[in-house]
């Protein structure tokens, strides 16, 4: 093939790009109005059902997780919820919130000696906004070098759901629980997970039905807070 003949072919292909790019963002945007949207419908339905019952019964979620450098941390969620829907062309995003109270006399407490080492340990507990500080003993210069922790207080949980015809997938995260660094705390493996809705080659579980038999609010660990594939649609 000579270089007329490569570049020929190199323009035809290239001709070829915005025709199939133009394709490819129908078949998402059209996925995305007769998957995504029904399934971010009934998600949303069921977390008003569901709430609505919980703040009836009262049900509250017990939870323990591990805190990096300190130890485990055990706390309930608090009856309260809140559901923030928003749509716009092309994207569909729930926001849920709520709050978990720690059970402070459920937690350990550490005592910890030391300047560098209670100074690390509330450093960690402002970082987490946890209470439950109280220093025991001071030098000559004020440096705190004995205390006991035992966390207190309450922590904001923040989830998202959010359905994008751009990028063609539903997207769960979980914002809260994270440790030191960046990454999920201890236990709290899988904070969030990424589906892509069919464009009408594959097939995926965006119409599945929402599995409301299962019990949310049972007793369980900070991993669970990360929906099962069955439970969303």
């Known amino acids: 093939m000579g270089l007329l003949d490569e570049l020929e072919k190199e323009a035809r292909l290239r001709q070829g790009e915005p025709a199939a790019a133009s394709a490819d963002r129908e078949a998402r945007e059209k996925a995305f109005r007769e998957q995504a949207e029904p399934a971010m419908d009934r998600i949303l339905e069921f977390l008003r059902k569901l709430f609505a019952q919980v703040e009836q019964l009262g049900l509250r979620t017990r939870v323990s997780f591990e805190l990096a450098g300190f130890g485990p941390i055990h706390a309930e969620t608090e009856p309260g919820y809140q559901l923030r829907p928003m749509r716009e062309p092309g994207l569909y995003r729930i926001e849920v919130g709520g709050t978990l109270q720690i059970l402070s006399d459920e937690c350990p407490i550490r005592h910890v000696e030391g300047a560098a080492k209670v100074e690390a340990m509330m450093r960690l507990f402002r970082q987490h906004r946890l209470g439950g500080a109280q220093v025991l003993r001071k030098d000559d210069h004020g440096q705190a070098v004995e205390a006991v922790f035992r966390p207190r207080g309450k922590i904001d949980l923040r989830a998202e759901i959010e359905a994008s015809a751009t ?16 990454g999920p705390a201890n236990g709290c493996r899988g904070s969030g997970w990424t589906r892509p809705f069919s464009t009408g080659s594959a097939t995926t579980s965006c119409a599945a039905p929402i599995d409301c038999s299962r019990n949310p609010f049972r007793s369980r660990s900070a991993a669970s807070f990360a929906p099962a594939s069955s439970a969303i649609p």
């Open 167 to 182: 990028t063609g997938q539903i997207r769960f995260r979980l914002g809260q629980l994270r440790r030191p660094g960046g």
